[in-house]
């Protein structure tokens, strides 16, 4: 079944879905934006797990995902992905950009997860541009089809995100 798509400006932080999905690094060890938000609110728990995947895998290469628990967050998991550095190579980006919602949605259906609330990857400090970001990002969730995932929550946190993506999702209709 296709995927229903729901929109919201908010801090994922704050969501109360199966999971959320983090746009990390390939430390998993934190940094910036919303992944500091996700380990400074969900607290050590979270860290505690990603270091011991690292210890089991090594860092997390770009495109892939890992799971962990939740820590202190209302959502059960957190999905850890690491989106491209913005570098001007479009094709490489955009296939890696796609890489990270295939794989973060792969990893869910593995998990029974239902719902699952997704930030704008690399659109921040990777410095992706947004259009062609939302526009992988609508896309590759819209192919996703599943028995077991059933809703996608965009989480746009900045305005601009969140026009481009109400935009982009209504010519879908
Ligand atoms: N809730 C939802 N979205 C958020 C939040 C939040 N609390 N905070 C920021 N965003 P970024 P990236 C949005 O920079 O570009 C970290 O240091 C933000 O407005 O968080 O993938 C990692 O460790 C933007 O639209 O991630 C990596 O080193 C989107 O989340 C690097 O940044 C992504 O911005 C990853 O850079």
Redesign the pocket.
């Known amino acids: 079944m296709k995927l229903d798509i729901e929109l919201i400006k908010?801090?994922?932080?704050?969501i109360k879905a199966d999971a959320i999905v983090?746009?990390?690094?390939p430390?998993l060890?934190?940094?910036?934006?919303?992944?500091?938000?996700?380990h400074r609110?969900g607290g050590k728990q979270i860290l505690e797990e990603c270091i011991e995947i690292r210890n089991r895998q090594g860092k997390c290469k770009t495109g892939e995902a890992v799971i962990t628990s939740a820590g202190n967050l209302p959502a059960k998991y957190v999905i850890h992905t690491?989106?491209p550095?913005w570098n001007g190579d479009e094709k490489k980006g955009s296939e890696l950009l796609a890489n990270c919602y295939k794989n973060s949605l792969k990893l869910a259906e593995s998990m029974n997860v239902k719902i699952i609330a997704i930030?704008?990857?690399?659109?921040?400090?990777?410095?992706?541009p947004?259009e062609l970001a939302a526009e992988i990002a609508v896309r590759e969730v819209g192919n996703f089809q599943s028995k077991i995932v059933e809703k996608v929550i965009f989480?746009?946190?900045?305005e601009e995100?969140e026009e481009i993506y109400k935009r982009r999702l209504k010519e879908r209709q």
């Open positions: 908010a801090d994922i932080t704050k983090n746009a990390a690094n430390s060890l934190g940094g910036g934006g919303v992944d500091g938000a996700i609110a690491v989106g550095v930030p704008n990857i690399s659109t921040g400090i990777y410095r992706f947004k989480v746009c946190f900045d995100n």
